[in-house]
């Protein structure tokens, strides 16, 4: 049993350590604070981070500012903040392409999506959807299924690169079809969805919350939702499971995360914040008009359901290239 100086020397040095980890949590964010997307302006991850910057700014009267790092499907904007110091001031907005589907299918992924990020809360359900030019004669997946057998290596099909949700639809398409497909690699949404409209392009699967808008001009058609449930907003819609096609639906999701080694009492302020913003009308409001399924999961959930996709994710392409 401590007594006597050294007692009193260890009590000093614990209250100090306490006031310093309060005084440090206090005072965090002590500046701006910037959330990385990896997609262009205008792009899905785009939206959910500046809703997200908006909300986080309101609370910490700190102002939280949006950096678009787009490239390599979104692995540039997780590589920056994987290598960012481990002080809450930079965030990642990730996602299935940059955490999930980089993870099973690259090899020489430059970070590691368990080890060197830690999980603040997941914000949003994404739905993903087969659309096609208005201008081509693709009314239907059978539609598409057939021109594929009938014309092998013309189908043009938008990705954002190998690790997308879009370029593994695009394989089992391929698959479910017997014949090829000239996948066209794009650095975000915006500008494949662009491409699409113009007719520079057959067809894609994206975010609906960016195809949506056109859809109802008649600028695009939605052929098919490629995750496990029909979209809300497009009942009618049906899923690419329904449709027969040998394809294991994924339902993607957008989170927050920051570098591994943050400080936990950063992190609960972090959680906090992330909570706050999620719980807003406004903010889900917002979501919901787009398309998303707003949700609050805790950081460990969060982890959870980041390592359960990896595998899974992992074992729908190994039987999408069978």
Known sequence: MRSGPALSSLL???ACLCACCASWTKDFPSRPVTIVAGNEPGGPTDFVARAVAQGLTEIWDQPVVVENRTGAGGTIAAQVVARAPADGHTL??????????AAA????LPYDPVRDFTPIGRIALVQFVLAASSGSNLTSTQVLLAHIRANPGRLTFGTVGPASVGNLVAQALKAEAGGEILTIPYKGAATMVTDLLAGRIDATVTDLSVLAPHAAQGSLRLLAVVG???ASGFPNLPTLAEQGLGYRPIDPWYGLLAPAGT????LVILRAGLQR???MPEFRNRLVQRGYVPIQDSSAEFGAALRSDIDRWKNASQEADR
Request: charged content about 20%; glycine content about 8%; proline content about 7%.
């Open 277 to 279: 913003v999620t719980s």
């Open 92 to 101: 990642l907005l990730g996602g299935q392409l940059n955490l999930v589907a």
């Open 12 to 14: 000093l040095a614990t």
């Open 105 to 108: 299918l690259d090899p020489q």
């Open 263 to 266: 400080p936990e009492e950063v």
């Open 228 to 230: 496990s449930k029909r």
